[in-house]
């Protein structure tokens, strides 16, 4: 003969309640285009003409940066019709239409820019803790 089988007792803890946040999750924004540009100028060379450009994409959705290098020598024609290479914009117009020439180009709205000399260069390069170069003699 076996024992009749036991009630299960319901402890308090099972019945607190769930709380459900039915906030909807705030939209991520769109990507966003950066202009990365290299300055060339120095003392009497001014102004001086993007020597690097690379475009960064910020996607917030997938918590990603990429990088492209943009070519400096691109063929780029003006809104008047005469064509130069992409880099004299900076010279030409400035930064914003620099902006906008690589704009026409990758066919991207850039939004943003950052130019950077030698002189910035060289801070980001001594933040890091500086660059050794081995040089093997010949």
């Not at 036991?6 to 285009?33: F, I, L, M, W």
């Not at 060379?45 to 400096?72: C, N, Q, W």
């Not at 004299?88 to 000399?117: F, H, I, K, R, W």
Request: proline share 9%.
């Amino acid at each position: 003969c076996s024992a009749p089988p036991r009630k299960k007792r319901r402890s308090k803890r099972s019945r607190s309640r769930s709380v459900v946040n039915d906030t909807p999750a705030p939209p991520v924004p769109d990507p966003e285009y950066i202009l990365v540009i290299g300055d060339d100028s120095w003392e009497e060379y001014t102004p001086g003409h993007a020597d690097l450009m690379m475009l960064m994409r910020l996607d917030f959705e997938k918590h990603l940066i990429t990088l492209v290098s943009v070519p400096r020598d691109t063929a780029y024609v003006f809104p008047d019709g005469n064509t130069a290479k992409l880099n004299q914009m900076l010279t030409n117009a400035g930064p914003e239409a620099q902006c906008q020439a690589v704009s026409d180009v990758v066919g991207v709205d850039v939004s943003q820019y950052v130019v950077v000399g030698f002189d910035g260069l060289q801070s980001i390069v001594e933040h890091f803790g500086g660059l050794d170069v081995d040089l093997p003699t010949g």
